[in-house]
């Protein structure tokens, strides 16, 4: 059996992360999901001013309050999510308040259903499991795509 310390996993991490990026330059992932309703956590989070201001820095594009949530349902689309994990993709840091920590952000520049600009967003500190990716867009999307729970879209994602 073999031990890693927490420096040793640091490293086999960074470098895993560097062989996904040298092997998925200008690659584009496909995950194929379906909407569902949240909790309404990513309205909250997202309307709080050090992470309005941090998405329109890092990503280009005020969002919309909130998150549109959709579950993956077939094993390629779980591979590519996970995939995610292993890549670098945009680092929103955590923000230090008096009183609480906020959370660092990964972000991919992405589109749904040829709509952009979108980004999925993996926070560190969720309720979600993997299989539930997280969507955000200037746009409120259920609109602008007309989408109900149920509905199949497919994100392409931008690493």
């Given at each position: 059996?073999?031990?890693?310390?927490?420096?040793?996993?640091?490293?086999?991490?960074?470098?895993?992360?560097?062989?996904?990026?040298?092997?998925?330059?200008?690659?584009?992932?496909?995950?194929?999901?379906?909407?569902?309703?949240?909790?309404?956590?990513g309205r909250i989070f997202v309307s709080l001013p050090y992470y309005m201001?941090?998405?329109?820095?890092?990503?280009?594009?005020?969002?919309?309050?909130?998150?549109?949530?959709?579950?993956?349902?077939?094993?390629?689309?779980?591979?590519?999510?996970?995939?995610?994990?292993?890549?670098?993709?945009?680092?929103?840091?955590?923000?230090?308040?008096?009183?609480?920590?906020?959370?660092?952000?990964?972000?991919?520049?992405?589109?749904i259903n040829s709509v952009s600009p979108v980004a999925v967003v993996i926070?560190?500190?969720?309720?979600?499991?993997?299989?539930?990716?997280?969507?955000?867009?200037?746009?409120?999307?259920?609109?602008?795509?007309?989408?109900e729970d149920g509905d199949e879209i497919e994100i392409e994602v931008y690493?």
């Open positions: 059996m073999i031990k890693l310390t927490d420096e040793g996993e640091k490293m086999l991490r960074e470098c895993a992360e560097s062989l996904v990026d040298l092997f998925a330059k200008n690659r584009i992932v496909k995950i194929k999901a379906k909407v569902t309703s949240g909790l309404g956590e201001e941090a998405f329109n820095k890092f990503l280009g594009f005020q969002p919309y309050p909130g998150t549109l949530n959709a579950v993956i349902y077939d094993r390629i689309s779980m591979e590519n999510r996970l995939l995610l994990d292993l890549s670098r993709g945009i680092l929103i840091p955590e923000h230090k308040e008096p009183n609480r920590v906020l959370g660092s952000v990964k972000a991919f520049p992405a589109s926070p560190t500190r969720t309720t979600h499991p993997k299989s539930v990716v997280e969507l955000l867009s200037p746009h409120k999307l259920r609109e602008k795509l007309e989408l690493l």
